[in-house]
Structure formats: C-alpha cells, structure tokens
C-alpha cells in the first residue's frame, strides 16, 4: 500500500535557525505531493504543492520544497523560522486522485 | 474562514445514540473529503465524493454512513459508535479530486 513517512515527529529550533523536514514516499509512478500546516487552533492549510515541472517549488511564508525523484522524497526547508512557524507539519502524496494519504506529522516548536 | 464550515463543533454521544455530522463547502468544488484526526495516528482518509459519487471508501466501518446530496454538502451519519471512534473528524473539498484541499475546522466527536 502507498505511504507518506516523515522523519521527524517533533523538531525544536530556535528563531533564525535553518529548518529542513523531510518527507519521503512510497508511490510507484507519477505523483502529486503536498505539504499542509496546522497552526496552533487553525484549520489545515496548504503551503505548497508539486504537481510537475520545476522540482522546487516555493510556497507561502518563505517556505520551499524539493522533489527528488530518485529519492522519493519531497523535503521542506525554510532558510530562517520565526516564532509564529511553531505548527505541525504534514506531507502528503496523491496519484492523480486515488490513494491520497498523509504523513504523520511533524510538530515544529520555535523558541524565541 | 476556508470557506469550508462544519457543525456541530463538538459532540458528546452515548453508544447507541444516532448522530450526524455536516459539512458545507462555498468554493464551487466538485470533490469532497471526511478524514478522521486521532491523537497520535496520521490523518486518516475515510470518505471521497467526486460530482456527489463515492470514490473511495477506505475500509471504514459501516457504523459510519456519508452522504453526499449535491456538490456543496457532505454529512456523515453515525450510529453505534465505539469509544474508539472518539477523535476530531475533519471534512475537506476541492476543485477537482487530487487538487489541493480546504479544511474544515472539524468536529470534535466524543463517544461515551
């Protein structure tokens, strides 16, 4: 069966550092991947997408992703968090519509 | 807002009780999604409507009952719940199955 596997299940940096969650996949053949955060009492929301084309793929928020395909993986990096990027961080995979399915998570707590 | 609203917001309900969870989406998509949210278990896709027909079903018990009556609105009808069942249940939509999702805040469910 398709799985999304997340390397880390809580991450603590403080402001500034550099941040890199990664993400890998197990679906054969093409794939959409997705990264979603849940922000303290908010809704799931996306922060960025890779459908096709260019493997990196910058979100909102300063945030990017990198598709390796040889890899299988989809890794999400931020250059310097903020406080306010404490959530929890979910990748996701989908194959054009069938299978979807989430990673575990990643909660990312910032120090000030 | 994600334009994506759920009610109720929370729902305490014995075992044999019979309940309904609704989820009404303003986006104009054409796909809608349950998931449940456990702690400490990875988002579980349970329900995918796509132009109001059931495209997956992903093994979910029969106590669970979704129904979809046109695009915009989405119920899943619960009886015989199990204290098992008690998690945050979460609806989503999108444009076209495999687009990116707009979440729904959820529905706290409490099985007692």
């Known amino acids: 069966a398709q799985s999304v596997s997340q390397h880390n299940h809580h991450v603590i940096l403080s402001e500034a550092a550099s941040l890199e969650l990664g993400c890998n996949y197990s679906y054969g053949g093409t794939v959409n991947l997705f990264w979603y955060v849940q922000y303290p009492g908010q809704h799931l929301q996306l922060l960025l997408k890779y459908f096709s084309g260019d493997p990196l793929v910058k979100g909102i928020k300063g945030f990017e992703a990198e598709f390796i395909k040889s890899k299988f993986s989809f890794n999400l990096r931020k250059p310097s968090v903020q406080w306010s990027d404490t959530a929890e961080y979910f990748c996701?995979?989908?194959?054009?519509?069938?299978?979807?399915?989430f990673g575990p998570g990643t909660r990312l707590s910032v120090l000030p | 807002e994600t334009g994506v609203t759920q009610t109720p917001r929370h729902l305490v309900m014995g075992m044999t009780n019979k309940k309904s969870l609704k989820c009404e989406q303003h986006l104009g998509h054409n796909a809608m999604y349950w998931y449940k949210q456990s702690a400490k278990k990875p988002l579980e896709l349970m329900f995918v409507?796509?132009?109001?027909?059931?495209?997956e079903n992903n093994s979910v018990p029969s106590r669970f009952s979704p129904e979809c009556p046109n695009s915009s609105h989405l119920f899943l009808h619960l009886h015989t719940l199990q204290p098992e069942d008690s998690a945050l249940y979460l609806c989503a939509s999108s444009r076209l199955v495999g687009d990116e999702q707009y979440f729904g805040p959820g529905t706290r469910l409490t099985v007692t």
């Open positions: 996701a995979a989908d194959n054009y519509g069938q299978n979807f399915v």
């Open positions: 409507y796509n132009f109001k027909e059931q495209t």
